[in-house]
């Protein structure tokens, strides 16, 4: 395996063009050696691929559990604030492509400590997904009886250890993987709606009951235990659009970003109504809301009722097809910010290299020594590993959404100042969108904390991870004004 990182050439040549005020672009040594391998098909299916996955196909069933039918509108909500996040940041792609992201971009209007700080919220988040996933892997292999016997821990190292390997070879495999993976998920979710409606128009019954508005005016309403809960899962919906910043970090591999990104960012807007919102309304309308439950995906559930011989089956292959590939994704995504980190000099030397394919592999790898953690986790506590790395990939999400907002904002700032220009195609309404969006995901936080238990928990964690990234600070610190310094010289 070649080992490579790149030359100060290297970073000069990647310099682009000049900004509209004359002064020097930002220049990020970590977007250097990349291919341009992802095509627009590719970032059209990431883009929406990324926004379902384990938060709809798994967590909704436990929310639905708590919340009843309200959870359409806690989705939708969370939905509209998922679309401003990931239209800021396409925004700044479309200012300057880069594989490292939004840290790039905190990089540039933030510093050094800004970078490090996005960094690695950025990794809490996707180090602790890569666990969630792994475990609702685990947990839908044993739907399945020939695995029932088989130790959660063992199944969720399995999935671990098959993603990790795929996910080696090159950007170009990975993009064909989360095509086709996207694919399947947006099929599955496209036949379950049309069987869903066929089911209410023709009143067919599911499990001796009739499907259609009577299930939620029969059942308490649409808000069966009163609001707050479903102000309480928010956070848990939050996770669910989790990914939607992935086509951002995909924006670096990819030819003409500035045709292709609009179009791909533009249509998470009305994905996200049909499939999160529209799935959802049906879920509510098939079934009782206390006919779902946390253990079992709400589909699987509907399909299991319907009593079709395979169908539950199949749709359980389709759901532990999305949780694969959110594990895919975020090994994908954690290599290229870990790398941008590395060349910085705010992560381990090891992350920044790569292999012939073009891939940092050094960042993949340590993402997946936390999912072996995991691991550990299904091990020691099989029944609440899911929920516990929830919470802690909620907080990771926050951090993740509020430092791009920040970074839109002072871009913007930036641009009246006529410092940058900014694109054609803009974040709307800023800088109150971005206001807006960071007084929300402070909300979450508040939320988490009232709702108690290990939500209260993780809340309580704040200080002692504000601390850790402190203490991490002045450890590579120096690392990174010598870094800075040899790339000036």
């Known amino acids: 395996m070649s080992d490579r990182t790149p030359s100060a050439a290297d970073t000069l040549s990647a310099t682009p063009p000049a900004t509209a005020s004359g002064a020097s ?57 998922a679309f401003f996040v990931v239209r800021a940041l396409g925004e700044l792609v479309l200012y300057r492509p880069s594989s490292g992201a939004f840290v790039s971009y905190a990089r540039e209007f933030m510093g050094e400590k800004g970078a490090y700080t996005a960094g690695w919220l950025y990794f809490l988040n996707w180090s602790t997904t890569a666990i969630a ?3 609702a892997a685990a947990t839908y292999a044993h739907f399945w009886a020939m695995f029932s016997d088989v130790p959660q821990w063992i199944l969720a190292l399995i999935a671990l250890a098959v993603v990790l390997a795929a996910n080696l070879i090159s950007v170009k495999y990975f993009g ?33 009951h009739t499907p259609g508005l009577a299930t939620i ?46 179009k791909a960012i533009n249509s998470i807007m009305w994905r996200v109504g049909l499939f999160y919102v529209g799935s959802v309304v049906l879920l509510a309308l098939l079934l009782p809301y206390t006919a779902y439950s946390g253990d ?32 895919n994704s975020g090994l994908y995504s954690t290599g290229r910010i870990l790398r941008s980190m590395s060349l910085a000099g705010s992560a381990p030397k090891f992350t920044g290299v790569m292999n012939k394919g073009g891939v940092p592999y050094g960042g993949i790898l340590l993402t ?11 091990y020691v506590m099989p029944g ?16 993740t959404w509020a430092m791009i907002m920040v970074c839109s904002l002072l871009f913007v700032n930036r641009s009246k100042e006529g410092r940058v220009a900014r694109p054609a195609y803009q974040l709307p309404w800023a800088p109150y969108t ?26 309580n964690c704040l200080p002692l991870i504000g601390l850790l990234l402190v203490g991490g600070w002045f450890l590579v610190r120096g690392r990174v004004r010598a870094t800075a310094a040899t790339y000036k010289d």
Request: net charge negative; aromatic share 8%.
């Open 133 to 135: 996933d792994i475990t």
């Open 434 to 459: 971005q206001i807006v969006t960071l007084v929300f995901l402070g909300s979450v936080l508040v939320l988490m904390w009232m709702d108690g238990g290990i939500s209260r928990t993780t809340v």
């Open 176 to 208: 064909e993987m989360e095509f086709w993976f996207a694919i399947i998920k947006v099929g599955a979710l496209v036949a379950f709606m049309l069987i869903g409606i066929f089911l209410i128009v023709t009143s067919h019954e599911i499990g001796g």
């Open 384 to 399: 609440e590993a899911f929920e516990l790395v929830l919470n802690f990939a909620s907080i990771g999400i926050i951090g």
């Open 217 to 262: 005016t029969d059942n308490g309403g649409i808000f069966p235990s009163g609001v707050m809960p479903m102000l309480l899962l928010i956070q848990g919906v939050v996770f669910a659009y989790a990914s939607v910043e992935l086509c951002g970090v995909a924006a670096g591999e990819t030819e003409n970003p500035e045709k292709i990104m609009p």
């Open 368 to 378: 997946a020594a936390f999912g072996v953690l995991g691991v550990g986790l299904n």
């Open 296 to 327: 079992q995906s709400p589909f699987v559930t509907v399909f299991d009722k319907l009593g079709i011989p395979g169908a539950a089956g199949v749709m359980n292959l389709v759901v532990l097809t999305a949780a694969l590939s959110s594990l």
């Open 25 to 81: 672009p930002h220049v990020d040594a970590g977007d250097a050696g990349y291919r341009k391998d992802l095509k627009s098909r590719h970032i059209n299916m990431i883009a929406i691929g990324g926004a379902i996955g384990t938060g709809l196909f798994l967590g909704a069933g436990g929310r639905m559990a708590n919340a009843g039918p309200s959870l359409f509108i806690a989705y939708a909500v969370c939905g509209v604030f």
